[in-house]
């Protein structure tokens, strides 16, 4: 027996599906929603490299996808690493203001070989996710965010 839901449910699943319909998505590499930077050396050494500033800038690494091995099971070669970094304290102060904020937290960065060779580095700015929330906190903390994204990879030496 199929139960109707209750006026306050069906006004939350509608501010729920609302809210996600309004967050930005990826639509191709390269679009005005990531950001892309030539990175010199192979996607391994990048992400090693990577990974050494993310700690020097007061982040950890929480996390980590290898993409690559995972299409391989399907017959896809392809070379694509993602780490998630962030910091708990930075976090905390986020998810206080709006738990949804983990959909931008902890952040993604991919490293992988394009079809030209080069690897690349790309990311989501948390920015430009956060901005749906309008909270003037979230906002401040996010381009502080962009601003540490944006040193690190500017850094990994495209060549």
């Known amino acids: 027996m199929r139960k109707r839901l209750s006026k306050m449910t069906w006004a939350v699943l509608m501010l729920s599906a609302g809210m996600l319909a309004s967050l930005p998505t990826v639509a191709q590499a390269g679009s ?22 993310v700690h020097k800038n007061g982040m950890m690494v929480m996390g980590e996808l290898h993409q ?4 391989s099971m399907v017959g896809l070669n392809i070379e694509s690493e993602s780490i998630f970094v962030g910091n708990p304290a930075v976090g905390k102060k986020l998810f206080s203001a709006n738990a949804g ?17 080069s690897t690349m580095v790309a990311y989501v700015p948390p920015s430009r996710v956060l901005a749906v929330y309008h909270n003037r906190m979230i906002n401040k903390v996010a381009g502080m965010l962009d601003g540490k994204l944006k040193k690190m990879t500017g850094m990994l030496g495209g060549m």
């Open 68 to 71: 690559g091995k995972v299409m």
């Open 101 to 117: 904020v983990g959909i931008a937290v902890p952040v993604r960065i991919n490293v992988y070989k394009d079809a030209k060779g």
């Open 32 to 53: 005005d929603l990531t950001v892309q930077v030539k990175a010199a050396g192979s996607v391994q050494d990048v992400i090693a490299r990577l990974k050494g500033m």
